[in-house]
């Protein structure tokens, strides 16, 4: 498999972070507002419960058969545990994307690009930390390209529940922001492109 | 996205496969639910929970799986469609009850959203230890339709199957999935009502008097009938004669048991729902089924670049037994047939049996937890292609 | 309202119309009995048959339709009553009853529902069903014949079974006491319990017709003979005898508090019968439907609408639509 037009993702962090919403909102992204594919395996149990927690998910032109995810081409690391641990299994050439607060990152190999972002202090601007994963999610659409912002902010607007949305799209704006000016060599940020 | 009127969610979703099963229940017809909590099966019954209310539907949560399994056949009796839902140790704790629909031949739909096994096992991660359960689960003779989807739409798509299975053959029908399948969103495509087929109950119009609620019709399968037409019916799980009344003779379980078990074994051509690829040059062939079949389909392709001439078949329908696509498999130039499950050898003794020594078979157990490493599968294909 | 009843009737008494000598007039209760099923089961002396008959004629008196009830049993003696009833009528797995009449009561809030088992199959195995259709208030009746054994399995140790009493399995006395059905069904939430004997088949068949009236979750216990297997192993002799001692010990106590109707069926003393409860809550669909409405408005859709059964009966294959 592995074509080009396949993303592998993993996005981890810990319970209570909206981890698993985050992945399910970049594969709503995907399959409803964009027509492609996508699948989304989550670690399920007492670890969606507090302790770590993580998705795969893998996005794709093409129905997808094998939705495991050995060595994304990118990770999404909200705690330092899920950098310490996933970050190893990156592809060659992959992208870590990572909350800078809560990660140190170290001794990461030469052949990654990093794009980090305070995720849970813009969401305390907002005054609700909770959308901290929406924060995240619009970063990851900015700095990544895996679905277009567009689709992301409808797949947001389609997932959070009813009376936040506007509250949602705002963290998702501020984080999708946020990715652009970094891109752009702006002055947020420590990317290492 | 609104249902319609009758609840059918049509349109595009991502949506897990518990989550999927459910809106295939509703699709089918289904009104009527009871479970209790067990992971990974408990998102089906949230979902219901959550939906029945705007679709005409009752969701009951009971005191226990046993509770469970025989409420929704008090609710069939009443003229419902009707599920209940569990994973391993509630399946188990429901076995008298699958084998009481079978005997009273009441058509419903059981749940199992496979997690790892035996006892407690791995309440979170996935198995298909319970596929001999499935079939042999309760005592007794009889015999029973297991579908096992891989995916979350297949999840939708075989619910109704099942409902409509449960329907045609008067038989309680499991709907196995696995954990993998129960918690993995994906892009599920609910297509507008009036695409769904939908086999509805076929209630007798015979009088009260004439009718017999234990008298085989087309295909062996007797009409049903429900509590409050007048006919003033009786249901036992006591071995029966037409009329519904205990016989305690051996004649009588001859007769009885006999056809609830022809029933669905002559059927079995008709119940058969599978995937093939790769077949016309197969020299081996892998079989699976559920979660497996997409480990299968990355092992494959790896396994065919590398020059083995390896088919996929892939049964949606594991019970009955669909003895004839083996056979059909067999005969030309298909020397193996590898089969990889989640367990450490539950249906490839179907496979070894129906393969009657003419072709060799390779098993490839695994205990569960998660699912095969791709490159243990490619290994075995490449071998068995020497 | 009631019809005389005779107080010594025995149970196989009503149906034999066959009777030699002068024709009988129609007995009211053989509408309810498939006599293609005859003769029973039941033991001489056995006081299943007599509730039968106190049933039978309480539902003629509640003027119930007959193609409107549903009798649901267990497994064993009195499980078989399902099977003699000339009504829809199930014959379930053991203590699995209450369960399966619930699911059936939920899908059809038309019929009237009504569970008759006995003892063992409805406080042992199938006691945690009991205390949560009481809890719930699911609409049933619950008519529960207590003969402080297992008759069909041939005798054995119940939770009904009196302390020191003899049973097969406990052939050196019975270590443990037994329950009180009637303040069990009340703690459970039961807003209408009862307790009387297969002597008293009057107030018995007066107290069924007050539970198939109630609305929600009744439990009637008939105390009866089983002289069998209990009678004669406990030296209390024949069905006539254990009548007997009904009559003798039993005590009407209407409204009595039912932790203070405990009793000892092996030693002296009173046996506390009567209507001891008769209250109203709301049952299970009435309280869904009032949750449901609340929350969902308009929106909510009672169970079985849009009409279930016209689509069901459609003879086609159809998309829901059809």
């Known amino acids: 498999m592995s074509e080009a037009n396949t993303s ?6 810990f319970g209570g972070q909206g981890v698993i919403l985050a992945g399910m909102i970049l594969g709503k992204g995907a399959t409803i507002f964009e027509n492609r594919h996508a699948t989304l395996v989550q670690s399920f149990g007492p670890e969606a419960r507090g302790g770590s927690c993580s998705a795969q998910v893998v996005l794709s032109d093409q129905p997808i058969a094998y939705p ?11 705690s330092q545990e899920a950098f310490e641990r996933f970050a190893p299994d990156l592809a060659p050439n992959g992208l870590l994307v990572y909350e800078q607060d809560l990660v140190k990152v170290h001794d990461l190999r030469p052949d990654l690009r990093s794009f980090g972002i305070p995720a849970t202090r813009i969401a305390e601007e907002l005054r609700r930390r909770m959308v901290l994963n929406i924060v995240m999610v619009g970063f990851v659409a900015a700095v990544t390209g895996l679905v277009g912002v567009e689709a992301a902010r409808k797949a947001v607007v389609d997932s959070v529940p009813k009376g936040t949305e506007h509250l949602n799209v705002t963290a998702f704006d501020k984080g999708c922001e946020y990715g652009r000016r970094l891109i752009a060599g702006g002055p947020a940020g420590e990317g290492k492109a | 996205m609104q249902a319609d009127r009758i609840g059918v969610l049509t349109g595009v979703h991502f949506i897990d496969g518990d989550f999927a099963a459910a809106e295939g229940a509703i699709a089918a017809g289904c009104r009527f639910a009871a479970g209790y909590p067990i992971t990974p099966s408990t998102e089906v019954v949230e979902r219901l929970a959550s939906r029945f209310p705007f679709v005409g539907g009752l969701f009951i949560q009971m005191e226990d799986e046993i509770a469970s399994s025989i409420a929704i056949q008090g609710a069939v009796w009443a003229g419902a469609k009707a599920i209940t839902v569990s994973s391993g140790p509630g ?3 429901m076995a008298e009850h699958i084998g009481y629909a079978a005997m009273t031949e009441t058509p419903c739909v059981f749940v199992n959203v496979q997690r790892g096994g035996p006892s407690t096992g791995l309440p979170t991660l996935p198995g298909q230890a319970d596929v001999m359960q499935a079939r042999w689960g309760s005592h007794g003779d009889y015999a029973i339709i297991a579908l096992c989807p891989n995916s979350p739409q297949e999840a939708f798509d075989l619910a109704v199957t099942a409902f409509n299975f449960a329907e045609r053959y008067r038989s309680p029908v499991m709907l196995l999935l696995d954990e993998c399948i129960g918690h993995m969103l994906e892009k599920v495509v609910i297509p507008p009502a009036d695409e769904i087929e939908v086999v509805p109950r076929r209630l007798t119009e015979k009088k009260p008097g004439d009718y017999l609620p234990y008298l085989p019709g087309d295909n062996m399968v007797p009409e049903m009938v429900k509590a409050g037409m007048g006919h003033r019916f009786h249901i036992t799980g006591l071995t029966h004669d037409e009329r519904g009344y205990p016989v305690m003779t051996a004649a009588a379980q001859e007769k009885l048991v006999r056809r609830l078990v022809d029933k669905i074994r002559l059927a079995s051509r008709d119940l058969a729902l599978y995937e093939a690829r790769w077949l016309d040059d197969a020299e081996v062939v892998v079989l699976s089924y559920g979660i497996t079949s997409r480990v299968v389909h990355r092992a494959v392709e790896v396994a ?4 083995a001439k390896v088919g996929q078949l892939r049964l949606k329908t594991i019970w009955p037994f669909p003895e004839h696509l083996i056979d059909q498999l067999l005969g030309g130039r298909v020397r193996s047939i590898v089969v990889p499950e989640l367990n450490l050898g539950q249906l490839v003794l179907e496979v070894e049996r129906t393969t009657r020594g003419r072709a060799k078979v390779v098993p490839i157990g695994h205990a569960g937890g998660t699912v095969h490493e ?5 290994e075995a294909i490449l071998e068995a292609a020497k | 309202m009631s019809t005389p009843v005779a107080t010594h009737e025995r149970p196989d008494a009503p149906v034999r119309a066959e009777a030699p000598g002068c024709e009988p007039p129609e007995n009211p209760v053989t509408k309810f009995l498939r006599t293609d099923r005859l003769p029973h089961i039941w033991c001489a002396g056995c006081g299943i048959g007599t509730s039968v008959n106190c049933f039978a004629r309480a539902v003629d008196a509640c003027k119930i339709p007959l193609d409107n009830i549903s009798v649901v049993s267990g497994i064993g003696c009195t499980g078989r009553v399902a099977g003699y009833l000339r009504l829809d009528s199930f014959h379930t797995t053991h203590g699995r009853a209450i369960p399966f009449a619930t699911g059936l009561k939920l899908a059809n809030p038309e019929l009237k529902v009504v569970v008759y088992s006995g003892d063992g199959d409805l406080t042992a195995i199938g006691g945690n069903h009991l205390i949560h259709a009481g809890r719930r208030n699911v609409d049933l009746t619950v008519i529960c014949v207590n003969n402080f054994t297992y008759g069909m399995t041939g005798g ?5 079974t009196p302390l020191q009493a003899v049973a097969t399995t406990t052939p050196y006395g019975n270590l443990e006491e037994p329950f009180n059905l009637c303040h069990l069904a009340d703690s459970a939430g039961a807003v209408y319990v009862a ?3 297969t002597y008293h088949v009057r107030q018995l068949q007066k107290s069924i017709t007050k539970a198939l009236q109630k609305h929600g979750f009744s439990f009637v216990e008939v105390l009866s003979p089983c ?8 030296r209390v002799g024949d069905g006539l005898a254990m009548e007997r001692m009904f009559k003798e010990r039993c005590v009407i106590k209407n409204g009595a508090a039912t932790h203070d109707t405990a009793f000892d069926a092996l030693a002296s003393g009173q046996i506390p019968i009567g209507d001891f409860v008769d209250r109203d809550r709301p049952a299970f669909l009435q309280r869904y439907n009032q949750v449901m409405r609340a929350q969902l408005g308009d929106d909510f859709v009672p169970y079985g609408e849009p009409e279930i059964d016209t689509r069901a009966e459609a003879d086609q294959f159809a998309g829901p639509e059809g």
């Open chain 2, 91 to 93: 399946i188990s704790l």
């Open chain 3, 156 to 160: 054995q140790v119940a939770p009904t």
């Open chain 3, 227 to 234: 002289p069998t297997l209990y009678g004669r192993r406990n």
């Open chain 3, 195 to 197: 307790r009387w004997t």
């Open chain 1, 68 to 78: 495991y995810v050995a060595r994304p081409r990118i990770l999404v690391a909200m």
């Open chain 2, 304 to 307: 065919r670049e590398r020059g």
């Open chain 2, 374 to 378: 791709v490159g243990v599968i490619v």
């Open chain 1, 8 to 13: 592998e993702i993993r996005i981890a962090g």
